[in-house]
């Protein structure tokens, strides 16, 4: 098992651009999330799907999009990428809720300029 | 919106000393899950606690659900426990809420 999977692991955009992060998981897990992690501001929720199909709104959502594509995969789109967006990006998946266990990816260092 | 503090913010000791950190948060909540994230970025999960007690080798984890209050504690600490631990809640589905993290550093 691969576990939660992350890419890219590396970006570098310009202010404006778009991309779209991407996540995988091979736990057949409901439950799949999308953080920030700032220095001095601890991790930050974006945007999380309990299910297949559906999406909410986190803590951060403003400048993101989120496609629960299917079971497995629950991707982050920035659509125009701003200098506040320069963070670490974390996807986790969970059983269905927050009394399991969260398995995390390795992360994406985004830096936008 | 729950708030989640924990303490000290950075702690330094010695090989073989007890650890005890804490972490308090405002509002009820499903679990309270303790994280160590180590310095090359990657986030495990230690413990999800929802009452009671929990131990894994060295360490323990320990819930009071009406004092909103846990505690991780490391027994006979190691540099290898060097990390930062974080510790989160969780109500129903929703995602998780996060502290800042406590900055350990074992010396040998």
């Known amino acids: 098992n691969a576990g939660v999977t992350q890419t890219p692991k590396f970006q570098v955009l310009k202010t404006g651009q778009s991309m779209t992060l991407q996540c995988a998981q091979d736990?057949?897990?409901?439950?799949m999330y999308w953080y920030r992690q700032d220095p001095g501001m601890g991790l930050r929720l974006i945007y999380y799907?309990?299910?297949?199909?559906?999406?909410d709104k986190g803590e951060v959502p403003n400048g993101y999009n989120v496609s629960r594509l299917n079971k497995r995969e629950f991707s982050l789109r920035l659509e125009s990428a701003a200098p506040s967006q320069t963070s670490v990006y974390f996807c986790?998946?969970?059983?269905?809720?927050?009394?399991?266990?969260?398995?995390f990816g390795p992360g994406t260092r985004l830096t936008v300029l | 919106k729950n708030e989640v503090e924990q303490s000290p913010q950075n702690l330094t000791a010695q090989e073989g000393e007890f650890i005890t950190i804490n972490c308090s948060y405002s509002v009820g909540i499903s679990a309270l899950h303790w994280l160590q994230q180590h310095p090359g970025g990657g986030i495990v999960s230690l413990f999800m606690?929802?009452?009671g007690k929990k131990k894994h080798g060295r360490l323990i984890a320990t819930i009071n659900i009406q004092e909103k209050h846990s505690s991780l504690h490391i027994t006979a600490s190691h540099p290898r426990d060097s990390a930062v631990y974080i510790c989160a809640v969780g109500f129903g589905a929703d995602g998780l809420t996060f502290g800042k993290g406590t900055h350990l550093i074992i010396q040998p």
């Open positions: 799907s309990a299910s297949e199909g559906t999406t």
């Open positions: 986790a998946s969970s059983g269905s809720s927050s009394t399991d266990t969260q398995y």
């Open positions: 736990m057949n897990h409901n439950s």
């Open positions: 606690l929802s009452s």
